[in-house]
T-cell receptor, first 109, second 113 residues
C-alpha cells in the first residue's frame, strides 16, 4: 500500500530551528512536496524535491533521500506566524499526490 | 486576481439531500482536483480532471460525481448525502497534471446531519 508518515505534532521556540520528518512508501515516485496550512485555511506550496539533496528557500529548506524514502523540512529562525500544519505529499507514478496527515507545529514565545 | 474560488464557504445539509459544490479558476489551468480533508487524515483525492472534457476517479470517489464542461469550472456533486461525507472539501488546480505545484481554493466546510 501507499503510506506517508510524519509526526502529529511538534513544539518549538520562537527564534529556534525545527526539523519535520516525513517517510514514505508509494507506488512510484515523481517528486515530494511540502505544503503549509494555517488553521482554517487552504494549503499553500512550500517546496518540491525530485532529486536527492537539500533545497534551500529563505528560512525554509527541504531535504530528500529517495533511497531511504525520507524527507525533512527545516525551518530556521522560527516566527510566531510559522505556527501551522506542514503537509508532506508524494507524487506517485500516476502524477497524483499522496498526502501525509500533516504535522501541527506549535511555536512558543 | 481571483485565482481559484469555491462556493459555498460552509453548508449544513440534511442526509439524503443532494448538493453541488462549486469550483472556478481563472488561471486557465488544465488540471483540477477535488480533495476532502478530515481530522487526523491526509488530504484524500475524490476526483480529478486532467483537461476539459475528461475526469477520473481518485482514492475516495464513491458517493461523488464531477463534470468538466469547460476549463474554468469543476463542480462536485453529492447525489444523496450521508453523515460520513461531513468534511472540508478543497478544490485545487495546476497548469498541467504533471506540473509540480497545485493551487488550492479556500475550501467548503460541509456538515451532513
Amino acid at each position: 500500500g501507499q503510506n506517508i508518515d510524519q509526526p502529529t505534532e511538534m513544539t518549538a521556540t520562537e527564534g529556534a530551528i525545527v526539523q519535520i520528518n516525513c517517510t514514505y512508501q508509494t507506488s512510484g515516485f515523481n517528486g515530494l512536496f511540502w505544503y503549509q496550512q494555517h488553521a482554517g485555511e487552504a494549503p499553500t506550496f512550500l517546496s518540491y524535491n525530485v532529486l536527492d539533496g537539500l533545497e534551500e528557500k529563505g528560512r525554509f529548506s527541504s531535504f530528500l533521500s529517495r533511497s531511504k524514502g525520507y524527507s525533512y523540512l527545516l525551518l530556521k529562525e522560527l516566527q510566531m506566524k510559522d505556527s501551522a500544519s506542514y503537509l508532506c505529499a508524494v507524487e506517485d507514478s500516476n502524477y497524483q499526490l499522496i498526502w501525509g496527515a500533516g504535522t501541527k507545529l506549535i511555536i512558543k514565545p | 486576481t481571483a485565482g481559484i474560488t469555491q462556493a459555498p464557504t460552509s453548508q449544513i445539509l440534511a442526509a439524503g439531500r443532494s448538493m453541488t459544490l462549486r469550483c472556478t479558476q481563472d488561471m486557465r489551468h488544465n488540471a483540477m482536483y477535488w480533495y476532502r480533508q478530515d481530522l487526523g487524515l491526509g488530504l484524500r483525492l475524490i476526483h480529478y480532471s486532467n483537461t476539459a472534457g475528461t475526469t477520473g476517479k481518485g482514492e475516495v470517489p464513491d458517493g461523488y460525481s464531477v463534470s468538466r464542461a469547460n476549463t474554468d469550472d469543476f463542480p462536485l456533486t453529492l447525489a444523496s448525502a450521508v453523515p460520513s461525507q461531513t468534511s472540508v472539501y478543497f478544490c485545487a488546480s495546476s497548469p498541467d497534471y504533471d506540473y509540480n505545484e497545485q493551487f488550492f481554493g479556500p475550501g467548503t466546510r460541509l456538515t451532513v446531519l
